[in-house]
């Protein structure tokens, strides 16, 4: 069974543009969250989509958006990208009520 | 708010000897935790879980123990190995609400 697949692994943007982030979960799996990792701040939640419905929010600004489609595939967006917004993003999928699988994440640097 | 704490950023253990990773939390809703482990420039694995109606769980060398009146559970790793250095995150959720993490404890294996 593949595991979940973040593109791309990096990405390197420049303050003010915008970055879109795409996460293939497992097979069957429909629910999808993103989280993004900083140093000293660990795994900060970013939302979650189930059957393309946002299902959860974390409390990041409206810059940060997501999407799910209709095969359960998933794509984070950041608009006006910050400085601050440099980070490893990192998608998850899971089955029914049990724990997340992990991909590997999109290393995102913002110059 | 942190509903999920570890309050040790980092442990340094002699390879054979256990491993004691803990975390606190303060939401009393939680019913289900788990732990993962992360190593740099990878997603996060999981290790193993806990659900509240249990106590305790073993799996392998790993070894998670839940006090639900203290709202406190340890992760135990007997004999510690070279290769359990990594950064390990507790997580919890109540239902299927997001999960929320701690920010982790790097732990550290000496030969």
């Known amino acids: 069974k593949a595991g979940v697949t973040q593109t791309p692994r990096y990405l390197i943007k420049t303050r003010g543009q915008q970055v879109t982030l795409s996460c293939s979960p497992i097979?069957?799996?429909?629910?999808v969250s993103w989280y993004q990792q900083t140093p000293g701040q660990g795994l900060q939640f970013l939302f979650e989509y189930f059957s393309e419905t946002q299902r959860n929010k974390g409390n990041f600004p409206g810059r940060f958006s997501g999407r799910q489609f209709s095969n359960s595939r998933s794509e984070m967006n950041v608009s006006t990208l910050e400085l601050g917004d440099s980070a490893l993003y990192l998608c998850?999928?899971?089955?029914?009520?049990?724990?997340?699988?992990f991909g590997s994440g999109t290393r995102l640097t913002v110059v | 708010d942190q509903q999920v704490k570890q309050n040790s950023p980092s442990l340094s253990v002699q390879e054979g000897r256990i491993s004691i990773l803990n975390c606190d939390y303060t939401?009393?809703?939680?019913?289900?935790f788990l732990w993962y482990k992360k190593y740099p420039a990878e997603g996060p694995t999981f290790l193993i879980s806990i659900s509240s109606i249990k106590d305790k769980n073993e799996d392998g060398r790993f070894t998670v123990f839940l006090n639900k009146s203290a709202k406190h559970l340890s992760l135990h790793i007997v004999p510690s190995q070279p290769g359990d250095s990594a950064v390990y995150f507790c997580a919890a959720s109540a239902g299927d609400d997001k999960i929320i993490f701690g920010k982790g404890t790097r732990l550290h294996i000496l030969p």
């Open positions: 939401n009393s809703m939680f019913d289900y």
């Open positions: 097979s069957g799996h429909r629910s």
């Open positions: 998850a999928s899971r089955q029914a009520n049990y724990g997340y699988t």
